[in-house]
Structure formats: C-alpha cells, structure tokens
C-alpha cells in the first residue's frame, strides 16, 4: 500500500495524543474519544487526568504540575548587609528621636519649646519613632504576630506623623492668614 508523500509507515490513527504533565483532558463536545489539552495554570495542579485543582495557600505546584510543594520562606537574616545597615541607621534615628525628646522635656516650659507646639512636637516625635522601630519587624522572622505588628505600625507611624505636620502646617498658615 502507497501512502501520500511518499511515507512508509502506517499513519497513527487517533483522535488526541496523550496530554503531558500537568495538562488536562478537556473533551471535545459530541465526539466524547477526543480532547484538547489544556495546561494547568497558576497555582493549580492535575489532581486526575480531567480536573486541575487549587493548592492550598501555603503551597504551590511542582515543577511538572502532578502535586503541591511548600511555598519556602525567603527572608533577610540578621547578619546580611542589607539588614545591618538600616538596623544601624534606624538605631541612630531612634538615638537621635530619643536625645530630641529628653531636650524637649528638660526644657518644656522654655518660650521656644512653647512656640513650637509641645503636644503636636511630641506626636510627631512618636510618629518618627514608630516609623524606625518598623525596621525591626521587617527583618524579624515572619509569624503571625509580626506580620499583623508590621502592618499596624507602618501605616500608623506615618500616620502620626503626616497628622502633626499637617496640624502644624494647618496652624502656621492660620496665624499668617489674619
């Protein structure tokens, strides 16, 4: 027997070729042998040979897409650069935020301590402060507890501070406007 182009081999007669790893039979609608292969994407994985599931929110598909792996954690170690230095630069701000709020309360009744608004100084001061403390817990091991503090404090030190200096700010152009 002659087959077109000259081939020698018996030419394969199927409807689909088996679908790879990590690929789902998707079945042709009204010719219930054949299918398309579709990859599964994203965070699933091929839990049978028609269905691709979710992996849990902790996991992530292997490499082929056949399971689910743990997602490992990758975070900054304490002794790499690129955790000593802003360890030591939010250590001198919290010095320096430090020093500074020792010199207000040592001369909290000076006209000049008065003139620049004790309470909004003192809000602004704990603003700053929170705002280098937050270095901490974003080198810190990553649990339950610091995630939440990192949060809270990152939102709320700026908070704080943008607050003050916007009272300030606010009370400035007041006096200035009349």
Not at 51 to 61: G, H, I, Q, S, V
Request: contains cysteine; glycine residues 6%.
């Amino acid at each position: 027997m002659q087959w077109p182009r000259g081939e020698q081999q018996t030419p394969s007669s199927v409807c689909s070729l088996p679908c790879k790893s990590g690929e789902r039979k998707k079945v042709v609608k009204g010719v219930p042998c054949c299918w398309h292969c579709e990859p599964c994407d994203g965070y699933q994985y091929q839990h049978d040979e028609f269905t691709c599931k979710l992996c849990a929110y902790d996991m992530r598909p292997d490499p082929n897409r056949t399971a689910c792996q743990p997602i490992p954690v990758v975070r900054l170690e304490w002794s790499s650069p690129w955790a000593v230095i802003p360890v030591f630069l939010a250590m001198l701000g919290i010095g320096a935020t430090l020093f500074v709020v020792a010199t207000f309360v040592r001369h909290n009744d000076t006209p000049i301590v008065r003139a620049s608004g004790r309470e909004l100084s003192y809000v602004l001061l704990t603003g700053i402060f929170l705002c280098y403390v937050i270095t901490f817990l974003m080198i810190a091991a990553p649990d339950v507890g610091v995630c939440s503090l990192r949060r809270v404090f990152l939102g709320l030190g700026m908070s704080i501070s943008y607050a003050a200096l916007l009272t300030k700010t606010n009370r400035i152009y007041r006096i200035f406007e009349q």
